[in-house]
Nanobody, 115 residues
Framework: QVQVVESGGGLVQPGGSLRLSCAVSGSIFSIYKMGWYRQTPGMQRDLVALIDNGGTTTYADSVKGRFSITRDNAKNMEYLQMNSLKPEDTAVYYC?????????WGQGTQVTVSS
């Protein structure tokens, strides 16, 4: 069984920073892509950032220059450093892992940016 668990969400003021972490465990043979998506009530789940097994990254236009995605292949973990946060960044953030035998999602972690 594959498990995907996020952590690091919380409440932060505009302009502040948070670091999200995601741990992937279980029957893992290899991980091709890891990433983060986010979703607000009534809206679809949208891409925030992706990183492949060679370190190539992809970012949504709305977060370029503010967010940074990294991964630790030895530990099967990924991270999202979120700086200069804006109220419109408020959402549930979901960890994504594309493994050789399927695609897996975490349960989500709430990020709220408010004064």
């Amino acid at each position: 069984q594959v498990q995907v668990v996020e952590s690091g969400g919380g409440l932060v003021q505009p302009g502040g920073s948070l670091r999200l972490s995601c741990a992937v465990s279980g029957s893992i043979f290899s991980i091709y892509k890891m990433g983060w998506y986010r979703q607000t009530p009534g809206m679809q789940r949208d891409l925030v950032a992706l990183i492949d097994n060679g370190g190539t990254t992809t970012y949504a236009d709305s977060v370029k220059g503010r967010f940074s995605i990294t991964r630790d292949n030895a530990k099967n973990m990924e991270y999202l450093q979120m700086n200069s946060l804006k109220p419109e960044d408020t959402a549930v953030y979901y960890c994504y892992a594309q493994i050789i035998n399927g695609i897996y999602w975490g349960q989500g972690t709430q990020v709220t940016v408010s004064s």
